[in-house]
């Protein structure tokens, strides 16, 4: 369930890039604003872990080899990045998808699987002091053991966090709020298409449930503020959206659609002034899709790039000093 999840998406992707002529294209920690790390695709066609300086200049790509590798988080203190892979799945044909939680160093070394290979684990999230990090997962039982968990930053003492009701088929892409006493994640009631989700908040130890958006928004991918008090998140409110951003109060008041039209992933700068996200737009008769800022309150809006490169699940590293 959640690899459908995951891949509807990517088709969304595909579908726009078809369009295109060829051509002769965690909750934020507060700080400086560092690098940036995301997912984009090799030449093979497999998604893979990149880093580059805020402008998307020096590019570097941290994983590599027949797997899928991707939604990559920065630690707190900027030296490792959590991320998720399929590399553990020996048969991604068969019905049973094997995905793990990694981390490495920011370089791409001291690689490391977290969740043992153990059913369908992803969406990783650092708490703020770095010792824990959330993630949702299937506990290799689908249905009865997904939800969202927690465990130490060394994969041991995991505990399970959230129990989906029945009327519900996944959460997901938990994010740690800045002073670490909630979780904001997406649950999806009932089918897993886009539109039938709704963001909700929990503490880590699974009391204090709270709906933060109705289900008909269709929210996702959801990250907290720098200080804590707004959540910026995606949203696919009808069958044809192809996605808006949105923001609203952590307690789920005054949401305000930011954008229209070709625009997810949305996480929010470490110093709190801007809003990084994947974007598209109309270009010399075609269409192109890459990551692009603007101001929290939607104003300033541009690519990154000027040939944008379908980069997405963005995560910005912050520069404060431990």
């Known amino acids: 369930m959640k690899r459908h999840v995951r891949l509807a998406a990517v088709a969304l992707i595909a579908i726009v890039m078809a ?39 020096h590019q570097r790509q941290l994983t590599h080899g027949t797997a899928n590798s991707g939604w990559p988080v920065w630690s707190p203190n900027g030296r490792k990045i959590a991320f998720d892979s399929d590399r553990g799945d020996r048969d991604p044909s068969d019905p049973v998808a094997i995905n793990d939680v990694f981390t490495m160093d920011a370089d791409g070394t001291a690689v490391r699987n977290l969740t043992g290979s153990r059913g369908f684990s992803g969406d990783a999230a650092w708490s703020p002091d770095g010792s824990s990090i959330a993630f949702d997962s299937d506990g290799g039982g689908y249905p009865g053991r997904q939800g969202i968990y927690v465990m130490k930053a060394d994969g041991t003492s995991v505990r399970r966090v959230t129990r989906p009701p029945a009327s519900a088929t996944n959460d997901l892409a938990p994010r740690f709020a800045p002073d670490g006493h909630r979780l904001v994640f997406t649950r999806f009631n009932g089918d897993t298409d886009f539109g039938n989700s709704a963001l909700l908040t929990v503490e880590p130890d699974g009391t204090g449930l709270r709906q933060i958006t109705p289900f008909g928004v269709g929210a996702g991918d959801a990250d907290w503020s720098p200080d804590g008090s707004r959540i910026v998140f995606e949203a696919y409110p009808t069958p044809g959206s ?81």
């Open 242 to 322: 192809t996605g808006q951003i949105r923001v609203v109060r952590a307690d789920g008041t005054h949401s305000r659609t930011l954008t229209d039209g070709f625009s997810a992933d949305p996480v929010w700068s470490p110093d709190g002034a801007t809003l990084l996200f994947l974007a598209g737009e109309p270009r010399n008769g075609g269409f192109v899709l890459g990551l692009a800022t603007m101001k929290p309150d939607g104003s300033g809006r541009h690519f990154l790039s000027r040939t944008p490169m379908v980069e997405h699940q963005p995560d910005w590293q912050s520069t404060r000093r431990y």
């Open 19 to 57: 369009l295109v002529p060829s051509a002769p294209a965690t909750a934020t920690v507060p700080g400086d604003n560092g690098r940036l790390t995301f997912m984009r695709q090799d030449s093979g066609g497999f998604w893979q872990v990149w880093v580059a300086h805020a402008d998307l200049t």
